[in-house]
Every structure is written in structure tokens, then in C-alpha cells.
């Protein structure tokens, strides 16, 4: 099985799908995080200029003092530490603020471009990997079972989009249940998919110099 798996990857065109993959990741979390990010902040900016934003007493508590243009609001998935109650309660007002413009930002573009986003970028990353090793020969060594890491992490951040929706389709502060599962699998996510991605990026450049050097 191995070997049929490794034989199809060192083909031209795991790059070529792999190039495409990485393209259309860049492409989808720009669109998805930009118009995310400025609904979030704009809510910030106008509290702080203290304007009155039409959201109801739910969220009448929440702070945004600790947040400027400097250090801006981030969304559920740009927190690698997870949040708690609290600060998922300003996210979600802060999507409701301004007749829910953020809110439908993340229903209509936000959320379907992330799940997209994860389901691209984890056989990436991992088509990815098994061609490097099968390039420096290490095809049968126990770095082949690392192959899962990226996957594993697409898997969370899907599951995380659906803990968040289902967050975000509710009304503030949220199902406080779901909170902590949410953070946790977010944290979780970020573990995976940093450390199989610069894992990859490190054994990507030196199979570059390698294949320079030796040629």
C-alpha cells in the first residue's frame, strides 16, 4: 500500500497539485480573514469613540478597552492559546454590533472559504511530506506515519468551524458549554497545523539545497 502511495507521489504532478493547493490556500484565507478582521475592528474603533452600537443588553459588558489598530481584535481560529468565556463573548457582540455585519461576514464568506481552507491545506501538506521523504529515500522509515499530523490538524479545524458556527448562529454570550471544547480543539488545531507546516517548510528547503548541491 505504501508503495503505491509513494510511486503516485513522486510524480510531476503531486507539484502541480500541490502549487495549486497552496495557491488556493493563500487565496481563500485572505478573503476570509480580511473582511472578518475589519467588522470585528471596526466595532472596536467606534466603541472607543463611543458610539452607540445597536446590539442588546447581553452585551452592554463586554470590553474592548484592551484592543487598538495595533493589537486588533483577532476571531475564534487567530487565537493559538484559545480564549475563555469572556473574550468569546466580545467576539460574538462585536459580530452582532452594527446590525450583525460581522456576524454575516463570517456566515456567508468567512465560514465556507475556512472549511475550504482545511480541507485543502491538510492533503497538502501532507502530499507534500510523503514526496520529500520519498525523495531522500526515507519512504519506509517511521517519519511516513507523520503524514497524519497535517491531517489530523485539517481535521480539527474543521471540526472547530463547526463548534464556532454553531457559537456564531446563536445569540450572545453564546452556549457556554461549548466554549471550553471549542477553545481546546482550537489550540489544538494551531499545535498540529504550525508543527507539521514548519516541519515540512524546514524538510522542503533542505531537500532544495540537497538536490542543488548534488546536481
Same mark, same amino acid.
Given at each position: &500500500? $505504501?508503495?503505491?502511495?509513494?510511486?503516485? +507521489?513522486?510524480?510531476?504532478?503531486?507539484?502541480?497539485?500541490?502549487?495549486?493547493?497552496?495557491?488556493? &490556500?493563500? $487565496?481563500?484565507?485572505?478573503? =476570509?480573514?480580511?473582511?472578518?478582521?475589519?467588522?470585528?475592528?471596526?466595532?472596536?474603533? +467606534?466603541?472607543?469613540?463611543?458610539?452607540?452600537?445597536?446590539?442588546?443588553?447581553?452585551?452592554? #459588558?463586554? #470590553?474592548?478597552?484592551?484592543?487598538?489598530?495595533?493589537?486588533?481584535?483577532?476571531?475564534? /481560529?487567530?487565537?493559538?492559546?484559545?480564549? /475563555?468565556? /469572556?473574550? %468569546?463573548?466580545?467576539?460574538?457582540?462585536?459580530?452582532?454590533?452594527?446590525?450583525? =455585519?460581522?456576524?454575516?461576514?463570517? +456566515?456567508? #464568506?468567512? !465560514?465556507?472559504? /475556512?472549511? %475550504?481552507? %482545511?480541507?485543502?491545506?491538510?492533503?497538502?501538506?501532507?502530499?507534500? $511530506?510523503?514526496?520529500?521523504?520519498?525523495?531522500?529515500?526515507?519512504?519506509?522509515?517511521?517519519?511516513?506515519?507523520?503524514?497524519?499530523?497535517?491531517?489530523?490538524?485539517?481535521?480539527?479545524?474543521?471540526?472547530?468551524?463547526? !463548534?464556532?458556527?454553531? +457559537?456564531?448562529?446563536?445569540?450572545?454570550?453564546?452556549?457556554?458549554?461549548?466554549?471550553?471544547?471549542?477553545?481546546?480543539?482550537?489550540?489544538? #488545531? $494551531?499545535?498540529?497545523?504550525?508543527?507539521? %507546516?514548519?516541519t515540512v517548510l524546514a524538510l522542503c528547503l533542505v531537500y532544495l539545497l540537497w538536490r542543488s548541491v548534488w546536481r
Open positions: &500500500m $505504501w508503495e503505491r502511495i509513494f510511486g503516485w +507521489l513522486t510524480a510531476p504532478r503531486v507539484a502541480l497539485l500541490v502549487f495549486l493547493g497552496v495557491g488556493s &490556500m493563500f $487565496w481563500l484565507i485572505m478573503t =476570509a480573514e480580511i473582511p472578518l478582521g475589519s467588522a470585528l475592528n471596526a466595532v472596536v474603533v +467606534l466603541h472607543q469613540a463611543g458610539q452607540k452600537l445597536d446590539w442588546d443588553d447581553t452585551c452592554e #459588558k463586554a #470590553k474592548f478597552s484592551q484592543y487598538s489598530l495595533d493589537r486588533p481584535l483577532n476571531s475564534f /481560529d487567530g487565537r493559538p492559546d484559545g480564549y /475563555d468565556r /469572556d473574550e %468569546a463573548e466580545q467576539i460574538l457582540c462585536a459580530m452582532q454590533a452594527r446590525s450583525g =455585519a460581522g456576524r454575516e461576514v463570517y +456566515l456567508q #464568506k468567512h !465560514f465556507p472559504r /475556512d472549511m %475550504a481552507f %482545511a480541507a485543502l491545506y491538510g492533503p497538502a501538506l501532507a502530499a507534500l $511530506w510523503l514526496f520529500l521523504l520519498a525523495g531522500f529515500g526515507w519512504q519506509h522509515s517511521f517519519l511516513k506515519y507523520l503524514v497524519f499530523v497535517p491531517l489530523v490538524g485539517a481535521g480539527l479545524d474543521l471540526t472547530e468551524n463547526l !463548534f464556532v458556527h454553531s +457559537l456564531v448562529s446563536g445569540s450572545p454570550p453564546g452556549d457556554a458549554s461549548i466554549i471550553p471544547i471549542a477553545s481546546l480543539i482550537t489550540a489544538a #488545531k $494551531w499545535h498540529a497545523v504550525a508543527g507539521s %507546516a514548519g
